[in-house]
């Protein structure tokens, strides 16, 4: 079992910045690939990001690329997403995410409880 908790979501304006973090605990991380989704209201969960635990590979939607960066504190088994340059439709919940995949919610085994990101215009 993997447990993950995010948190540093919030309230900001379009062009604002704000850095989520999910603390995991549970089975050894190494094995797995740590994502990022969001799903605003009435549309489907989406991929944001996607960090490889071991090696530090990362992956990026378009719509987010070079503006959120994902990475990784293996001592503290924390996984972060910083985001920058924020847009009234990056309004979503964040969720973190465990599991095999890279992009697809799908093969993902062990989510977080979701933090509200709200980007006002």
């Known amino acids: 079992q993997v447990q993950l908790v995010e948190s540093g979501g919030g309230l900001v304006q379009a062009g604002g910045s704000l850095r989520l973090s999910c603390a995991a605990s549970g089975r050894t991380l190494s094995k797995y690939n740590m994502g990022w989704f969001r799903q605003a209201p009435g549309k489907e969960r989406e991929f944001v990001a996607v960090?490889?635990?071991?090696?530090?590979?990362?992956g990026y939607a378009d719509s987010v690329k070079g503006r959120f960066t994902i990475s990784r504190d293996s001592a503290k088994n924390t996984v972060y997403l910083q985001m920058n340059s924020l847009k009234p439709e990056d309004t979503a919940v964040y969720y973190c995410?465990?599991?095999?995949?890279?992009?697809?919610?799908?093969?993902?085994?062990?989510w977080g409880q979701g933090t509200q990101v709200t980007v006002s215009s």
């Open positions: 995410a465990a599991g095999d995949s890279w992009t697809m919610a799908g093969g993902y085994d062990y």
């Open positions: 960090i490889m635990w071991s090696g530090g590979i990362t």
